[in-house]
């Protein structure tokens, strides 16, 4: 059995992203989120990192991008009195990124 054929439309830019699992705990309901923002184009990574406590309450779901960082964004996800920093390596510049999290939050 050979490769399977490389079909030359698909670019490397249209392949599905990588979520990292790095951690056992994630905020509910957001991994279904980051895995329907993989399928897009131009995302590369996402990673899920550090989960903590805010003072604010939000009831709903909610991802806002934070900083800029070498290849990519912060994001913040927050849910309740809880927030987890996701990191994206993306080649989408802030306001594209931003378009992208809105439709894989719908």
């Not at 184009?41 to 934070?66: E, F, Y």
């Not at 994001?75 to 987890?84: L, S």
Request: hydrophobic letters at 40%; a positive charge.
């Amino acid at each position: 059995m050979g490769k399977p054929p490389v079909d030359p439309l698909r670019t490397a830019s249209q392949k599905a992203a990588r979520l990292v699992w790095n951690h056992s705990t994630h905020l509910s309901g957001l991994i279904p989120i980051l895995e329907r923002l993989c399928q897009q184009d131009g995302i590369q990574t996402v990673t899920p990192g550090v989960i903590g406590r805010s003072k604010g309450h939000c009831p709903k779901m909610q991802l806002r991008v934070s900083v800029p960082i070498r290849g990519g964004y912060k994001v913040i996800a927050r849910q309740g009195k809880t927030v987890q920093e996701v990191f994206i390596l993306t080649t989408l510049l802030q306001d594209q990124l931003e378009t992208a999290l809105a439709i894989a939050m719908r």
